[in-house]
């Protein structure tokens, strides 16, 4: 289960190992034989075939930027009549303003177009694979090339909408992470807690993002007819220290902001999941969380919000706590909770 995600920055144990390399010349090769078959049939040498394509691509990026502009337009038109009624439907701990660039203590939803150029990337075709391989070489580069501060992951569009619709359901939970032990008791519950460190996370559901322009076929020179179906809302997942969120409730500071982008949900099947750890102090270089407890509850949002197996198969005991814990929370057991953590690397 755990290797549906591939998180990136740093692997662990439960995730594949495995690094994707886009291999340009292979792609290219693999389509030499039908660009000479297309040359032959026009008359035209390769290279020209090369540029009379390239003109179209060209004139139909033009046309197509025209007609982006011309909806972007539209849309903010739209939203600045109906900004007041979705201010009051995003009213969620962490929720913000789309497009905000504040970090407070609430979640900012930069666009995807922020970190990856989506005019480039979809001028030709790429395989969900191949757009990983680019959102793990962007995070990769943050923070002077060491990637400290921030987590990403490429999420199957299947396995995000099953987290997503139990996310909707049971919006908040309690995650356990292991810690050394202090003989000091700091959460309500079993003696032992003092080796546990509790995170209180909530998700956020935002607009949904129109899906972007279909990626250009670069032998016949044009937009693929084909219309992807409309993608899922964005989501936000926030972490916070369970002190933290008792003292301050929607004021607590999230020490890790997971957000999942589903702009290229209904065109090419992925969601791309990135985590912003939060600074301790400007220009400090450190971080309230460390990477390895950023990787950590990542993982346990996958391991309590992924449900699996076969329809009216046993529940697992994961989703057997997170519907105590809104449906029945008197019989919500902490000791119960405590066991989840020997699937963690380093609990043992």
């Not at 090769?29 to 026009?42: D, G, I």
């Not at 990477?291 to 309590?304: I, K, N, P």
């Amino acid at each position: 289960m755990f290797r549906s995600l591939r998180l990136c920055s740093r692997p662990l144990t439960h995730y594949s190992r495995r690094r994707i390399h886009v291999d340009t010349t292979a792609f290219e090769s693999k389509y030499a034989e039908k660009l000479r078959q297309r040359a032959s049939e026009r008359g035209l040498s390769v290279s020209e075939l090369k540029l009379k394509a390239k003109e179209k691509q060209e004139a139909e990026r033009l046309q197509l930027r025209k007609k982006l502009e011309e909806e972007r337009a539209a849309q903010k038109s739209a939203q600045g009549s109906g900004s007041t009624a979705s201010a009051s439907s995003s009213k969620t701990l962490g929720a913000t303003k789309p497009g905000s660039s504040e970090r407070k203590d609430k979640s900012p939803i930069k666009p995807l177009n922020s970190f990856l150029n989506l005019e480039k990337l979809l001028s030709s075709p790429h395989k969900p694979e191949q757009i990983a391989s680019l959102w793990t070489a962007y995070h990769a580069s943050r923070s002077g090339g060491t990637g400290r501060g921030y987590v990403c992951a490429s999420v199957p569009l299947d396995l995000y909408q099953k987290m997503a619709d139990v996310g909707s359901r049971y919006p908040s939970f309690v995650v356990p992470i292991r810690r050394p032990s202090t003989g000091t008791t700091t959460e309500p519950g079993a003696e032992d807690q003092s080796a546990y460190e509790f995170y209180y996370l909530q998700w956020a559901f935002h607009d949904a993002p129109p899906h972007p322009a279909v990626a250009i076929d670069p032998f016949a020179g044009k937009l693929s007819d084909a219309t992807p179906p409309a993608n899922p809302p964005i989501s936000t997942v926030l972490f916070t220290p369970l002190q933290e969120y008792k003292l301050r409730q929607s004021f607590a500071t999230p020490y890790l902001i997971a957000t999942n982008y589903t702009d290229l949900a209904g065109s090419h099947g992925t969601v791309l999941l990135r985590g912003e750890v939060t600074p301790a102090g400007s220009g400090s270089g450190n971080f309230m969380i460390s990477q390895e407890d950023a990787h950590l509850l990542l993982m346990a949002l996958q391991r309590f919000y992924l449900w699996g197996g076969a329809s009216g198969s046993r529940e697992s005991e994961p989703q057997r706590l997170l519907k105590l814990f809104h449906e029945n929370p008197e019989q919500f057991k902490w000791e119960d909770l405590l066991k989840t953590v020997d699937w963690m690397p380093g609990s043992h």
